[in-house]
């Protein structure tokens, strides 16, 4: 089943702060984040496992609340280079009956102006 | 690196025709699956491997057949293309599954008319 992604879109000003969540109703094992620019392959952010993490690079950062089976990605102070669609991919638990890839979130688009 | 390698960029094709998109990998990965975009749907995974030899369906596998003859390549096959099989077909790869990162190709433009 497709994790839930929220929003749908943001348009920010250069140097708002952004939250994406992701939402899954099944027992996962990772999240996984992913930025995609138009026309090009999805880029690999992070990954965050079980058991509770907060993983953060330059300006984005991301947490995984495994008892709400609920993350979230934090963009703060956007560059223009943030602007994308974000996607969140998540793997369920293989102790629930074996691992099949990542299933992908709809997106959310991310829009950056000057 | 090279890393995954997808074969061709952009087809068109009629419908009813058949064709193989290759996909290829220098990482030594264990796992890859096929996923395809489409507006607002996100990337679906359409068929997966967990090792040379293995293939195994995803979410939307109708319409399409996979092999897995040599660890590094994993072709994705349309015996009889449909207009709904007009996408962007994305390969990946991963050293494991379960937490680890997958790593995706460039992508395959493919339109049948």
């Known amino acids: 089943q497709q994790p839930v992604q929220s929003p749908q879109a943001v348009i920010l000003r250069e140097g708002e702060d952004a939250v994406i969540n992701c939402s899954s109703s099944?027992?996962?094992?990772?999240v996984h984040w992913y930025r995609q620019k138009h026309g090009e392959a999805p880029v690999f952010l992070m990954i965050l496992l079980k058991g509770g993490e907060q993983k953060g690079h330059d300006k984005i950062s991301a947490s995984f609340n495994e008892k709400k089976q609920q993350s979230s990605l934090y963009l703060t102070a956007s560059q223009l280079s943030y602007s994308g669609t974000y996607f969140c991919?998540?793997?369920?638990?293989?102790?629930?009956?074996?691992?099949?890839?990542?299933?992908f979130g709809k997106g959310t688009h991310l829009i950056i102006q000057p | 690196n090279a890393g995954v390698t997808q074969t061709p960029k952009f087809r068109v094709l009629k419908t009813g025709q058949s064709m193989t998109l290759l996909c290829a990998q220098d990482?030594?990965?264990?796992?890859m699956y096929w996923y395809r975009q489409d507006p607002g749907m996100g990337l679906r995974l359409i068929h997966y491997?967990?090792?040379?030899?293995?293939?195994a369906k995803g979410e939307v596998p109708d319409g399409y057949n996979v092999s897995r003859l040599k660890k590094q390549n994993f072709l994705l096959g349309l015996e009889s293309a449909a207009p709904s099989q007009t996408s962007v077909y994305f390969c990946?790869?991963?050293?494991?599954?379960?937490?680890?990162?997958?790593?995706f190709g460039e992508g395959s433009w493919l339109t049948v008319v």
């Open positions: 990946a790869s991963s050293l494991m599954v379960s937490g680890n990162t997958i790593y």
């Open positions: 099944k027992a996962l094992y990772s």
């Open positions: 491997s967990v090792g040379e030899g293995t293939t």
């Open positions: 990482m030594n990965h264990e796992y």
């Open positions: 991919g998540t793997e369920r638990d293989p102790s629930g009956g074996g691992a099949d890839g990542l299933t």
